[in-house]
């Protein structure tokens, strides 16, 4: 039933998002001359590697700077490239990875070989299933850029305050997914933009319902700062990227 909601509803999807990704496409390209799609190496299911399709937000080769997290400030982000991450519009073309089978519509987000590399034993978990365009840690860090503004090391913030909580909202997902929680999902993604408050107190609901510790769905309230937390499988905070 999983892959038959991802074929029908990113076939769909795509029909549907036509009208728009066309003239986005046109006036990525205008700005400089160059593809309008930002295509890269990502880790899926079972550690298969695919070429994960988004609308380019940022300068050419900006992902040779070596930097992988990505705050609202960074400087590789062009003009147009902020209204796109802000409107999510470059998460509309991964539906053709969903159409093709690499991702999925929910699950846990594909991440960079390199950063999978430092994956604890228990963190691989998070490789059992396809990745997806949502999950609950895209909803609860929809503000990922803004936790990462005026980092000095925005790839060492994200190890200490985000993937601690977003690999443990990954496995929690791993653990209980169904067909069920996924059109909870879906659904709380598309309000997220439209009642923030609303839609983290349902997602931190859901966390509660599924078994998550009281850390956990407190986290996913989003209500207070984020705490700095080891990544699982890990007893101490990162203090240098790389270090696992």
Known sequence: MKRALD?????????????ILAPVCFLIWRQDGNS???????????RHSFRIV????????????????????DMRITPLGRWIRKLKLDELSQLWNVLKGDMSLVGPR?????????????ESR??????????????VFADEGEIL????????????????????????YVSRSGLILDLQLIFLTLTNSLGRGWTLRKTSNI???????PELVEVASRRFALPL????????????????
């Open 229 to 244: 937390k080891p990544p699982p499988g890990m007893h101490e905070v990162v203090v240098k990227r790389g270090v696992i």
């Open 54 to 73: 988004k609308l380019r937000s940022m300068v050419i080769r900006a992902d040779q700077s070596g930097v992988d997290s990505t705050s609202s400030t």
């Open 207 to 213: 966390v509660r319902q599924l078994g998550g510790n």
């Open 149 to 172: 503004a005026g980092a000095e090391d925005p790839d060492l913030r994200y190890h200490q305050v985000i993937r601690p909580w977003k690999s443990r909202l990954g496995l929690l």
């Open 126 to 139: 998070l490789l059992e299933v396809r990745p997806g365009i949502t999950d609950i840690s895209s909803i």
């Open 36 to 46: 309008p799609f930002y295509i890269a190496e990502r880790v899926g299911k079972n």
């Open 110 to 122: 594909p991440n960079v070989p390199r950063e999978v590399a430092m994956y604890t034993t228990e």
């Open 7 to 19: 074929l029908v509803a990113s076939a769909v999807g795509l029909i549907l998002a036509f009208p």
